[in-house]
């Protein structure tokens, strides 16, 4: 088979893969396509094209599926800062009642509960703490409320709190916020609450935060009757340092300051930032502790006020609140929600079990909140007070020297420098890098490029247009002229007829629109020499001139 010849091979249309491979830019196409027979070097260069085209192609998916796995790294930096937003600082004394506070009501509610009382010991433990036993005819309350019991009875700051400085200024219990924790009454500086603005330091080192002097107050601390699973046997503070949208969890994450030292606290600020699913678990929905994915009880009622901003810590204590909620009927004081507080049996015999046995499960499922702001910490103490400060102390707070050595202790908690780290999740694989690796992939192995792509589709556009919408075009032109035939007939045999010169001999050049030209041998004349003869067939022109 010979190949065609130059003019042949322009008339090709463009739909022939011939003429496509000769102009397309994808390397080795033209060799597989070219003109000729099929010969050794033309199989060769196309198991060639076939070869790196699937390798290719198995590039191509290699590298979609580990972008579908969505991987993620971690990067790790410390970055400097003018100024700190200073921390919240929650603090709670261990013991968590005043035995001066407590009355026979009291324990005839909670001392089975809290005490491990029973009702005849209840004379033997209030004249052990210095009360006088319940009157003859004493009859209790007929409600009582926990969270009340705490409040009346716990340790007020205005008692403990013996001196407080933030930034060499002075401050005072009005600058902290009641909040109710696991161990009862507990107070926050710096808390936020109902829009304060946060408190700043320009400064890192001691004497730039906030030292505090405090008086745990032994004498209040309630006598160990019985050995209790909620019994302190300690003394002194415990101490939470936290952001203001965490919830403290003091009991579970909070440090303890001991009587007798004064304990410096070094915080380092970091700032924590997660990546959302696909690529990590982080969420930002806040969780409403009312909140029931079941049908609703009769608990279930909307809150009141809106929730708070999503926590790692608010997570956990939303779900403990709908679990102790959802089997107890109640809820501790230290959870937020609508339900009532728990009565100290409740407490007792369903609260305090339940929350133990969630807790050891570890049932609650709370990710990564997408944002989180943490503090490292490192603390060091000295003695104090010294021998030469007792006598001061004594003197100034009107006690006694032994009483300052066992009650009072110094908290001095500040950032160490004006910087802060930063934990940050980030795509390890992102859409530009994979078109990056499919590009040079493409290019690589069989030469092409997005532009060879756009080839390819115009290429199908062509082959679509010549032969799908070629084919019925063509139906439809041969549908046409056979319509027209009889008219054309009839125009023959007219012009047949009519009466004409003849002078001989001529050639006539007939011009159909879309046709070539056709000389046709005429015998005569049948017009005249300077007018054309114009016949109309199938809505074409057809011009006949005599030479």
């Known amino acids: 088979?010979?190949?065609?010849?130059?003019?042949?091979?322009?008339?090709?249309?463009?739909?022939d893969i011939r003429v496509f491979a000769s102009s397309c830019t994808l390397h080795g196409l033209g060799h597989v396509f070219g003109p000729g027979s099929l010969t050794l070097r033309r199989a060769l260069w196309a198991m060639a094209v076939l070869l790196?085209?699937?390798?290719?192609l198995y590039q191509v998916a290699e590298r979609v599926r580990y972008y579908g796995e969505f991987h993620h790294e971690t990067a790790l930096d410390e970055r400097e800062s003018r100024q700190l937003t200073f921390?919240?600082?929650?603090?709670c004394n261990v013991n968590p009642l005043r035995r001066t506070r407590l009355t026979p009501n009291d324990l005839h509610w909670a001392g089975p509960s809290l005490l491990g009382l029973e009702p005849p010991e209840h004379a033997a433990f209030l004249r052990a703490v210095g009360q006088l036993p319940a009157p003859p005819g004493f009859m209790p309350s007929p409600t009582f409320d926990t969270a009340r019991l705490y409040a009346r009875a716990g340790h007020t700051l205005d008692d403990m709190l013996l001196d407080c400085r933030y930034r060499g200024q002075p401050c005072g219990p009005e600058n902290f916020t009641v909040i109710f924790t696991r161990l009862g009454q507990c107070y926050t500086f710096n808390s936020?609450?109902?829009?304060?603005?946060?408190?700043?330091?320009?400064?890192?080192?001691?004497?730039n935060g906030l030292e505090i002097m405090l008086d745990v107050q032994q004498d209040e601390y309630l006598p160990v009757w019985k050995d209790m699973e909620e019994t302190p046997f300690e003394v002194g503070v415990r101490v939470q340092i936290h952001s203001q949208e965490e919830p403290p969890i003091i009991d579970q994450l909070g440090f303890g300051a001991a009587p007798?030292?004064?304990?410096?606290?070094?915080?380092?600020?970091?700032?924590?930032?997660?990546?959302?699913?696909?690529?990590?678990?982080?969420?930002?929905?806040?969780?409403?502790?009312?909140?029931?994915p079941d049908p609703p009880g009769p608990l279930a009622r909307p809150s009141p006020v809106p929730s708070p901003p999503y926590s790692l810590m608010g997570?956990?204590?939303?779900?403990?609140?709908?679990?102790?909620?959802?089997?107890?009927?109640?809820?501790?004081?230290?959870?937020?929600?609508?339900?009532?507080?728990?009565?100290?049996?409740?407490?007792?015999?369903?609260?305090?079990?339940?929350?133990?046995?969630m807790l050891r499960k570890d049932t609650c499922i709370c990710p990564n909140p997408c944002a989180l702001t943490r503090y490292a910490k490192e603390l060091s103490m000295v003695r104090m007070p010294s021998r030469a400060a007792a006598r001061y102390l004594a003197r100034k707070y009107n006690r006694t020297?032994?009483?300052?050595?066992?009650?009072?202790?110094?908290?001095?908690?500040?950032?160490?420098?004006?910087?802060?780290?930063?934990?940050?999740?980030k795509k390890a694989y992102e859409v530009s890098e994979l078109l990056g690796d499919i590009g040079g992939q493409m290019g690589l192995f069989?030469?092409?490029?997005?532009?060879?792509?756009?080839?390819?589709l115009d290429y199908l556009c062509e082959v679509f247009r010549d032969r799908v919408l070629g084919y019925f075009w063509n139906q439809r032109r041969s549908q046409k002229q056979s319509s027209s035939n009889p008219l054309q007939e009839g125009l023959g045999s007219h012009r047949s007829q009519a009466p004409h010169l003849s002078l001989g001999p001529s050639t006539v050049f007939c011009v159909s629109a879309g046709l070539p030209p056709l000389p046709v041998q005429s015998p005569g004349l049948s017009l005249p020499p300077t007018a054309p003869a114009t016949l109309s067939h199938d809505s074409r022109s057809s011009v006949c001139l005599q030479s």
Request: glycine fraction near 8%; charged fraction near 20%.
């Open 260 to 292: 007798g030292y004064q304990t410096f606290v070094s915080c380092q600020q970091q700032q924590l930032s997660f990546l959302p699913p696909p690529w990590g678990d982080c969420s930002s929905a806040s969780l409403d502790p009312e909140f029931e």
């Open 315 to 357: 997570c956990r204590l939303a779900c403990e609140t709908r679990y102790v909620s959802r089997k107890c009927g109640c809820r501790m004081m230290h959870m937020p929600g609508g339900a009532p507080v728990c009565s100290p049996q409740q407490y007792k015999d369903c609260a305090n079990p339940t929350l133990d046995a």
């Open 52 to 56: 790196s085209l699937a390798a290719f």
């Open 401 to 425: 020297e032994a009483y300052i050595a066992e009650n009072v202790l110094v908290l001095d908690i500040f950032f160490e420098a004006l910087n802060y780290e930063t934990v940050e999740q």
């Open 1 to 15: 088979m010979k190949p065609r010849s130059g003019p042949e091979e322009a008339q090709r249309p463009a739909s």
């Open 192 to 207: 936020g609450a109902d829009g304060e603005e946060l408190l700043t330091t320009p400064k890192g080192g001691a004497g």
């Open 87 to 91: 921390p919240a600082i929650t603090l």
């Open 446 to 456: 069989i030469g092409a490029s997005l532009l060879t792509i756009l080839e390819i």
